[in-house]
């Protein structure tokens, strides 16, 4: 089994609110991804977890906020983000090290009013 | 560093036709190079991954590519066209005990009837 899953599929919200994204996989990786996507563009990546700490962080706004409670979860919190902010937020997994191959989920498209 | 090229933004095949995805990459150790498929509103599908175990490497869905070291490229073939393969295609490369994934612009590809 080669899934990730993503929740919630499509989110709205405003610039006060504060919501999370979820990221879920059930293959024994150890290292998960955030990325964002904008319209026909490739995925940038936000930051990387390995064995549940943070690696890198690409100078990423305060405003995201990654958690890595377990081995297969990852979360992303939002608070007072912008209107620039919407896009599709992709979750991915790999094994540990470089080269591995990274499975993506279906991600969660965002919009910020 | 890696970097990635891919030739084209867009290429429109008929149906039946042959498919010629260009990437050519740049990277100062020995590369891992992916090849991805996004169709529209989802998230990214693996199609293959060069690791030197083979220089012609087949995929899922008909599609293979052809590793050349001389040519630092690593372009994505597919023999006939089908109205399904309508998507965008990225190119990707990652190298030594680096995690990051470095992608291409993406190149869409259209099918017409």
């Known amino acids: 089994d080669t899934e990730v899953t993503q929740t919630p599929k499509h989110l709205v919200m405003g610039m006060t609110n504060k919501k999370s994204l979820k990221c879920e996989q059930h293959?024994?990786?150890?290292?998960m991804y955030w990325y964002k996507q904008k319209a026909k563009k490739p995925p940038e990546l936000m930051f990387v977890?390995?064995?549940?700490?943070?690696?890198i962080n690409e100078s990423v706004p305060s405003r995201f906020s990654p958690e890595c409670p377990n081995s297969s979860l990852l979360n992303l919190h939002l608070h007072a983000l912008q209107p620039e902010d919407s896009a599709l937020y992709l979750c991915?997994?790999?094994?540990?090290?470089?080269?591995?191959?990274?499975?993506f989920g279906p991600g969660t498209r965002l919009l910020v009013l | 560093a890696q970097s990635v090229t891919q030739l084209g933004s867009h290429v429109s095949v008929s149906e039946g036709a042959l498919v010629l995805l260009r990437c050519n990459y740049s990277?100062?150790?020995?590369?891992?190079l992916f090849w991805y498929v996004q169709y529209p509103n989802q998230g990214l599908q693996l199609l293959l991954k060069?690791?030197?175990?083979?220089?012609l490497v087949k995929g899922i869905n008909g599609f293979e590519a052809e590793f050349k070291k001389s040519e630092t490229s690593f372009h994505l073939t597919k023999p006939s066209a089908h109205m399904s393969d309508a998507a965008e295609y990225f190119c990707?490369?990652?190298?030594?005990?680096?995690?990051?994934?470095?992608f291409g612009k993406g190149t869409l590809l259209t099918v017409n009837p």
């Open positions: 060069y690791t030197s175990a083979a220089t």
């Open positions: 991915a997994s790999s094994q540990e090290g470089g080269g591995k191959t990274q499975y």
């Open positions: 293959m024994g990786h150890r290292a």
């Open positions: 977890y390995s064995y549940e700490k943070l690696s």
């Open positions: 990707a490369v990652s190298g030594g005990s680096n995690y990051k994934l470095t």
């Open positions: 990277s100062s150790v020995p590369p891992y």
